[in-house]
């Protein structure tokens, strides 16, 4: 994605993610200067990361060619992302940053071509733990070595071979014909100057003699180097025969991180697999608590966030005359809860920083979650039981005429079936009297659109940030065909797809069926309703994370 025509439509936002601003990219020098500052803790692009004009290379300007063996005490992290293009180095980034627009990802060879910067913060010091540095793609190691083996002596230590390689014509771009190796040279250049690099592997590829070329190269900077398995979620993946390999080359220390199908655990394990190989690792120390805290708080954040969404749907209601015709209300209150899950849904996506965009396609775009929620085939893909006999009990029980209701009043299958998502009731004797009746979300709708929240979140904390695919699967009902729904005529209400039985909802629920002060869809102050049901929002999220759910979910 060309960064200057995306920048304005980018989006700032708050949470554990703290302000992002997006700023142009400003010429000095013909450099770029990428003023960008965001949070995971922190996420920080901000210092002069300059891409060459011509043949000027593209180098941080506080980059030297002398190589640095260890990092102080209280010094960021330095870390280089290497490795042979294509193999998702762009992509690693954005997830570890939760930023679907750092750098540029495309399914082809040689995407990045210079050197970009970002920094992971500490979230509430403000402290920068870590400095990732995004390089561009070995494309031709074999060539390289090939160079290095007859220009260079190998009685040399590889740093004093690279830095010869860094002065010759080939590594400026001056060289003429065939012989430019500029891309390479920034890729060397950077590790030079930082404390460690992780390769980046797709573990989808063979082993090929290119690869233990770049591993070679990689070893001459001497500084420590892990390789980094990247689309492990593949069934081609040949990690096996990587590991084989690597440990031929004392390479022992390796992890997985897959940069579409992300795993917290597997983040914290590449970070603690770097900790091992440094002398000084408080700031991968300090990184690791802070993340782990700052996971944990956000989880905790989207949870109130879909609690306070149900308890404002569950307090929903309208209510009709005895004559009145309640279609046109049944339609307002249908599209009322609509309007709300969607807003819902968008925050939850702000929150994990999915944004609606051209970069990538979020969650939402799966046809699952666009499926309206009043539609019964929905509810059988759930396993959630609609039957006639159990709406038109609950009626009569009330001493209503189910049957005739639906008949002279027009809800038909919305209330006989439940199908459209809302039940007719008398609450009180005085209602019955005036002849008022109450409408009101029922308790399957109620169930569905709980359930299909806390799919989404899970969703979320399952999809890295270089996802680009719509059709990758990470919503449990996506794969159920939809005639497949619609000739099913059975279905299980204790399935393990839903958070409970429609019939058993949780207090909190319950309650606030008999609070439409605490509803905002009505027309209501949303502030002050959301105010009154705050406390209790909390009691429903804490549900919500329960054992039982977590082990649905998770």
């Known amino acids: 994605m060309n960064n200057d025509q995306s920048n304005n439509n980018k989006p700032k936002g708050r949470g554990l993610f703290a302000d992002k601003a997006y700023d142009a990219p ?81 399914n082809e060879a040689a995407t990045t071509r210079h050197v970009e910067r970002a920094q992971l913060t500490d979230s509430q010091t403000g402290e920068v733990l870590v400095t990732l540095y995004d ?18 002596a190998s009685r040399r230590d590889g740093i004093e071979r690279l830095q010869q390689f860094l002065a010759a014509d080939i590594a400026t771009g001056a060289a003429t014909g065939f012989d430019d190796y500029s891309q390479e040279a920034k890729v060397i250049r950077q590790l030079l100057a930082s404390d460690m690099a992780v390769y980046v592997v797709d573990a989808r590829e063979p082993v090929l003699g290119k690869y233990k070329d770049e591993l070679a190269i990689l070893s001459w900077a001497a500084i420590p180097v892990m390789p980094v398995f990247n ?32 795993e917290f655990e597997d983040e914290m394990r590449l970070w603690d697999n770097l900790s091992t190989m440094l002398i000084r690792s408080e700031r991968l120390e300090q990184l690791m608590q802070r993340r782990t805290e700052d996971w944990a708080r956000l989880y905790d954040e989207a949870n109130i966030i879909i609690a306070d969404f149900l308890l404002n749907v569950a307090a929903f209601v309208r209510e009709i005359n005895e004559g009145d015709d309640p279609l046109p209300v049944l339609t307002q209150m249908q599209e009322a809860v609509r309007q709300s899950e969607r807003a819902t849904q968008n925050t939850l996506l702000n929150l994990y920083r999915f944004y609606d965009n051209d970069v990538a396609s979020t969650p ?3 046809q699952a979650y666009q499926q309206d929620p009043f539609d019964p085939q929905l509810l059988k893909s759930y396993g959630i039981r609609t039957t006639s006999g159990a709406a038109a009990g609950a009626l009569l029980g009330l001493g209503i005429d189910a049957a005739a209701l ?50 989404l979140l899970t ?44 019939h058993k909802l949780p207090s909190e629920l319950k309650k606030a069926r008999s609070k439409p002060q605490w509803s905002s869809l009505g027309g209501g102050q949303s502030e002050l309703a959301r105010s009154l049901r705050l406390d209790i929002a909390w009691s429903l999220s804490s549900k919500l994370q329960s054992e039982k759910l977590q082990n649905q979910h998770s």
């Open 26 to 106: 400003m010429r000095t020098n013909d450099a770029i200067e990428y003023n960008t500052n965001s949070s995971l803790g922190t996420v920080e692009r901000s210092q002069p990361i300059s891409i060459d004009n011509d043949n000027s290379e593209p180098v941080d300007s506080t980059l030297t060619t002398q190589n640095k063996t260890t990092i102080g005490s209280g010094e960021p992290l330095k870390l280089a992302v290497v490795g042979h293009t294509n193999t998702g180095k762009t992509s690693i980034l954005r997830t570890l940053l939760r930023d679907v627009y750092f750098g540029e990802v495309k």
């Open 135 to 152: 390089t561009p793609g070995l494309e031709d190691a074999s060539g390289l070595m090939d160079w290095l083996e007859d220009n260079t």
């Open 231 to 262: 689309f492990t979620d593949s069934q081609d993946a040949n990690i096996d025969d990587w590991q084989i390999m690597l440990a031929r080359r004392n390479l022992h220390i390796s992890t997985r991180f897959d940069s579409v199908a992300f």
């Open 364 to 366: 939402l775009e799966l």
């Open 406 to 455: 639906g008949t002279t009043l027009g809800l038909g299958a919305a209330l006989g079936a439940i199908g459209g998502g809302l039940l007719s009731n008398t609450s009180s004797i005085a209602d019955m009297i005036t002849g008022v009746k109450r409408l009101y979300i029922d308790p399957a709708t109620l169930t569905l659109l709980a359930t299909r929240a806390v799919d």
């Open 459 to 502: 969703a979320l904390r399952h999809r890295g940030h270089a996802a680009t695919d719509a059709t990758q699967l990470l919503y449990q009902n996506e794969s159920i065909p939809k005639e497949e729904l619609q000739d099913s005529n059975s279905a299980i209400e204790d399935s393990a797809n839903i958070l409970w039985p429609a």
